[in-house]
């Protein structure tokens, strides 16, 4: 009883909050253009939905300081991931970001949790302006909350360390008219399934895995693309594939995104061919 | 006889070529005679004058962007702006006033004043009804002038 109470009066809060974010005037959001804040990654970063891209959250320029918070989640058939992160734009250089993944195993029974911190520096560039694109370097330090399953699994770690360098590009007029959103990320990385596997295995341990993304902005409020991610297979119990999504995400405003995604994760802890769905819901300030 | 069907078979190949390269010269020349400048799917000249307007009455409710032409003559960078739009969108102009680079110099641009531009740009061009692919063209011929008007900041 009390516990409806409570979810009804936070629902509440929720939709009053979104409504308040729909309503809210431009003069409260950073000054950078519509959308080139991205939207938040599976990891916190400012990202499409499994990669971190070259751009930094908000729409925070040179002169401000940003702050979004993102809710998560992804359903595919045996699994279920929810994600909470928040990150911080300073003057467009610096980003760092947190993020909790809850990992349910609705097959296997159980969960699995893990902490991500995140720092990203704008090295150079611009998304729109310069010929090159803008290009940044990222860190993740990823800690699962409880190993024993990814060590039972054969991983040599419960922490680990991705590193990244990314470059973001907007080519205009490139598609019928439209605006395309091209990103590449290069990762170190030894995390398996992203870390909720724990980090290394009997197959390998630390390597650079290549991600990448194209996008089309079918209005200047609204873009569809597609994303993909290679990923390690360090576990020999527990084959892992690379990853794959088509994402639409839509800018109600600078202040508020959402995405839907179709995804396919392949193979994950054992359990073949793993698809479905991704919503994820953004406040920008 | 069979030297004969190779000849036909020859000759009916020659005729099919030749009428391919002909329908290709053809849409060629049909391509090139369609409206295809930016300034003229812009609108022309009349809808340029009008997003110059339609963007400066935006610049002057921004108290921090218009203090920048507190001593310009609004009239004539008017003028001058849309001869610049007119050029860059290959209308039939040639743009002779100052570069970017040194016509915004030491004025203290910011990332955030240079975006702000941009929106009411982009704003005034989605008002006077400039359709959405015309505006990223234009949009996208402007942005590497982002690194003249920084140059000299």
Request: hydrophobic share 40%; aromatic share 8%.
């Amino acid at each position: 009883m009390r516990n409806t109470g409570s979810s009804k009066r936070r629902a509440i809060t929720a939709a009053a909050t979104l409504g308040a974010l729909l309503a809210a005037t431009s003069s409260m959001a950073g000054s950078r253009i519509l959308g080139t804040g991205a939207v938040s990654a599976i990891e916190g970063a400012a990202g499409g939905g499994l990669s971190p891209w070259a751009v930094l959250s908000s729409t925070a320029s040179d002169d401000e300081i940003g702050v979004t918070a993102a809710a998560t989640r992804a359903w595919v058939d045996d699994y279920q991931l929810t994600v909470t992160g928040a990150s911080v734009n300073l003057h467009d250089r610096m980003e760092f970001s947190i993020a909790r993944q809850t990992f349910e195993l609705s097959t296997l029974g159980g969960e699995l949790e893990q902490d991500i911190y995140g720092a990203k520096v704008r090295l150079f560039g611009d998304v729109l302006y310069h010929p090159l694109g803008v290009w940044s370097a990222g860190v993740m330090h990823k800690r699962l909350v409880d190993g024993t399953v990814p060590t039972a699994l054969g991983a040599d770690d419960v922490n680990g360390t991705d590193t990244y360098l990314s470059a973001s590009k907007l080519l205009f007029n490139a598609f019928l008219g439209r605006n395309v959103l091209l990103n590449a990320t290069l990762r170190n990385t030894s995390a398996n399934q992203g870390g909720l596997l724990g980090f290394g295995g009997d197959q390998g341990g630390h390597a650079w895995m290549a991600e990448g993304s194209v996008g089309v902005f079918v209005t200047p409020n609204w873009v569809v693309g597609t994303e993909y991610r290679q990923k390690p297979d360090n576990l020999s119990v527990a084959d892992e594939e690379d990853w794959q999504s088509v994402y639409s995400a839509y800018f109600f405003n600078k202040h508020v995104s959402l995405t839907g995604a179709w995804l396919d994760l392949g193979d994950i802890a054992g359990l073949p061919s793993q698809r479905g769905g991704y919503l994820s819901l953004q406040a920008a300030f | 006889m069979r030297l004969s069907q190779t000849l036909k078979s020859t000759s009916r190949s020659t005729l099919v070529v030749g009428a391919l390269i002909g329908t290709l010269a053809l849409t060629g020349c049909a391509q090139h005679q369609q409206p295809t400048t930016l300034y003229e799917r812009m609108g022309g000249q009349p809808t340029i004058d009008a997003v110059v307007e339609n963007l400066l009455y935006r610049i002057a409710d921004d108290e921090e962007v218009v203090s920048y032409f507190a001593n310009s003559n609004i009239d004539l960078f008017a003028a001058s702006l849309a001869i610049q739009l007119c050029d860059v969108s290959d209308g039939p102009c040639q743009y002779d006033g100052p570069p970017m680079d040194r016509a915004h110099q030491t004025m203290g641009i910011t990332d955030a004043h240079f975006n702000r531009v941009v929106e009411y740009l982009d704003a005034a061009m989605v008002e006077e009804g400039v359709p959405l692919a015309a505006r990223n063209d234009m949009l996208g011929r402007l942005a590497p002038m982002y690194e003249d008007v920084m140059r000299l900041q």
